[in-house]
């Protein structure tokens, strides 16, 4: 057993962490391909998605994934609209 500041650190602690990490890890690489669609970021997806296999996840889980990160990124991108509403005219100027 690991101790980690007076924490017990078990095998489960460990997987939820790595399965965790494993998932914002390919959300954001969602978020780039969708601001980059380049090959880069396609293959940098597709080796964070063999990562969550490997970790158990069937491919309709990193698909729903997948979907959950444009929505989000549609989110931020309503966000940002809402709180600049007049980024446009800035850029156009």
């Known amino acids: ?32 391909f969708i601001y980059r669609q380049d090959l880069e970021a396609s293959l940098l997806c597709d080796e964070l998605a063999d990562n969550l296999s490997k970790l158990g996840f069937s491919l309709e889980e990193i698909e729903a994934l997948e979907l959950e990160a444009y929505d989000e990124r549609e989110k931020e991108l309503e966000k940002f609209d809402k709180e600049h509403p007049n980024w446009e005219q800035l850029i156009n100027a």
Do not use: C, L, P
């Not at 489960?12 to 690489?29: M, P, Q, T, W």
């Open 1 to 32: 057993m690991d101790y980690y500041r007076g924490r017990k650190i078990d095998k489960k602690f460990k997987e939820e962490v790595a399965k965790n990490s494993a998932i914002r890890g390919y959300k954001n690489a969602v978020k780039i």
